[in-house]
């Protein structure tokens, strides 16, 4: 094997697949990175794979072969490698059972894993439909901050992406709290319905990195449990994860459809009167806001220890609320919603709130909702 | 795990040094890296030692083999100078499942830790993984009548469960501020045997609900 590339490319494509390498790889194969250089309808390409039997990642670039093959090298020193070597053409080749990465007059040579005791990748599902990068990203990115953390509870740690003709509606939960996100995008098939909950993290990490390409393709296998699959792919990257089996909870009865209080705040400010008021909040102390007309008060800290107060311009359209919140799920939900005036809804203060941001036209409903679990007021 | 046991001396260089004149030791070199070396008396300190992540370089000179172990941080050295070799064996020991501690288990540590009153009224918590020579006890605390309690937590209690557990308690109970120390053998579900050799030996066995110890969450309403 033998072809030059930029040093750019490489190294973006490189670093960019070894986010999917096993940190403590099950078997020392899996360590490798698959560096794989062949013309293929006539394009000159090197191909980049790295696999953990839950995730696998694979890039496509344009290379200049002088001479074709396969080989298997420590993904982690490769990345390395390839982010510090100097901005000039680089050249890779295979000398016996060693691979040498040179470039201006700098040269590494690294040893070759057994290529045979690599495992194929997956095959990438059937394409189901395609959505904007960067919408995708965004929206991936408000539902995966509800996501829980617990492995114990693993139907709780995916993101629920829910396909419906052309709306695709993300959900995830942690039990305190929701994030409901609906967003439209272009199915193959516009009678098409599918479920599937995606391990979160993956999730977010992959809709953040293939923002480089316009779309991002997604394709789903196999949904009826055990050996479900997702694909993404935009940009020369594609990358598959392994569905979560579990039942999904029904949230969409959770959410409540009446209100007695709705409240709009500037977003900004309640972020920061949050994070200030909250320095007295210790772990699983209550955050007390209290909704009144014109004014909403943030209150936390108990008479024997250290207390705080501030009081925000806020409007109030029904009753008069009390009610308390953990603060870094308040927090999490303003942090998430994409307009610059939050707006509360609530019932009663045992009940679930609503967050979201003020349309831009009145009548409009917000394409993102955060149901959020009060805490007691007194703790 | 190799084992060698010969005629060696010891020299340490760090922030201190040491020496340990020639004799016939064992030496032990894991599969970690670390080296130890032993003499024939005490059940549970080396002589000398040098934690991972270090080096060994085996060097020969007139005099015989000299191993230099080297810290890989803080760069202090092991020099052992080895003259007759008894006993040189090498063993595959595999990963130690009595060591592993898997996520349900690290989590029933957790919440047993968090709501302690769970083996009685009054209990109150010391520390988890309190540090001993041999490993740590999973949780160090104080029963009801302020007498020091050590419990080992398992998901499936067996005889070597108990067994870690009696080495535990023979070790923290040679400690003045803490003695007399008895054990609390804690998991969710103990096999007979293992019961009937905890009460034999005076260590009292608790079955834990892991769904009700993580229902009781400190009064946090949630939405499902």
């Known amino acids: ?379 | 795990m190799r084992l060698v046991i010969a005629r060696c001396s010891v020299d340490y260089v760090g922030r201190l040094t040491a020496h340990l004149p020639m004799a016939p030791r064992l030496i032990l070199h894991k599969a970690d890296g670390s080296v130890s070396i032993h003499a024939d008396d005490r059940a549970f300190k080396p002589l000398n030692w040098m934690n991972p992540p270090c080096t060994v370089r085996e060097t020969t000179d007139d005099d015989g083999t000299v191993w230099t172990v080297t810290h890989g941080k803080s760069g202090e050295k092991l020099i052992l100078r080895i003259e007759e070799v008894w006993h040189d064996s090498s063993h595959e020991l595999g990963p130690d499942p009595g060591l592993r501690k898997d996520g349900v288990e690290a989590h029933l540590q957790e919440l047993l830790a968090e709501h302690i009153t769970t083996l009685g009224e009054g209990y109150t918590l010391i520390r988890r993984e309190y540090p001993t020579a041999i490993g740590p006890v999973d949780i160090l605390c104080r029963d009801g009548d302020g007498a020091t309690v050590a419990v080992e937590l398992k998901r499936r209690g067996d005889i070597d469960g108990v067994e870690q557990l009696t080495r535990y308690l023979d070790l923290l109970n040679r400690d003045p501020a803490l003695k007399p120390v008895r054990g609390v053998f804690a998991a969710q579900e103990i096999k007979p045997q293992a019961r009937v050799l905890a009460t034999d030996r005076g260590i009292s066995c608790v079955t834990l609900d892991y769904d009700a110890l993580r229902g009781i969450e400190p009064d946090i309403p949630r939405l499902f």
């Not at chain 1, 090197?46 to 953990?52: T, W």
């Not at chain 1, 995830?172 to 409901?180: C, F, G, Q």
Request: hydrophobic letters at 40%.
């Open chain 1, 1 to 379: 094997m033998k072809f030059r590339v930029e040093r750019d490319v490489l190294a973006d494509a490189v670093a960019w697949t070894a986010r999917s390498l096993p940190v403590r790889p099950s078997v020392p194969v899996l360590a490798g990175m698959l560096l794989d250089a062949s013309e293929d309808d006539g394009r000159q390409r090197l191909k980049l794979s790295s696999f953990d039997y839950e995730v696998s990642a694979q890039v496509s670039v344009e290379i200049e072969i002088e001479e074709p093959g396969t080989t298997l090298v420590s993904g982690r020193l490769l990345a390395e490698i390839t982010r510090n070597l100097p901005p000039q053409t680089v050249e890779v080749s295979t000398d016996g059972a060693k691979v040498v990465v040179s470039c201006g007059s700098a040269k590494f040579t690294l040893i070759t894993l057994p290529v045979e005791d690599y495992p194929a990748l997956p095959e990438m599902p059937q394409l189901t439909g395609a959505v904007g990068s960067d919408a995708f990203a965004a929206a991936v990115g408000q539902v995966a901050v509800a996501a829980g953390r617990d492995d114990t509870l693993p139907m709780l740690t995916g993101i629920r992406v829910e396909i419906e003709g052309d709306t695709v509606t993300l959900a995830s939960t942690d039990r305190y709290r929701l994030a409901v996100r609906e967003l439209a995008w272009k199915p193959e098939n516009p009678d098409l319905s599918a479920v599937a909950l995606v391990p979160a993290k993956t999730l977010a990490d992959t809709a953040k990195s293939l923002t480089n390409g316009a779309e991002v393709a997604i394709a789903l296998s196999g949904t009826e449990s055990g050996e479900g699959m997702i694909g993404f792919e935009g940009g020369g990257r594609r990358t598959t994860t392994r569905l979560l089996d579990g039942e999904f909870p029904k949230y969409r009865a959770l959410l409540p459809d009446s209100f007695n209080s709705v409240a709009e705040v500037q977003k900004a400010e309640f972020i920061e009167a949050v994070k200030r008021v909250s320095l007295v909040a210790e772990r699983n102390t209550p955050l007390r806001l209290a909704f009144s007309e014109g004014q909403l008060v943030l209150e936390a800290g108990t008479g024997d220890e250290a207390q705080a107060v501030e009081v925000l311009d806020a409007t109030l359209e029904g009753d008069e609320i009390q009610i308390a919140f953990n603060s870094a799920f308040l927090i999490d939900g303003l942090n998430a919603i994409d307009s610059d005036i939050a707006r509360l809804q609530f019932t009663t203060s045992t009940k679930p709130a609503i967050i979201t941001g003020k349309p831009a036209e009145e009548e409009a409903s917000s394409d993102y909702r955060y149901l959020i679990m009060p805490v007691r007021l007194s703790s």
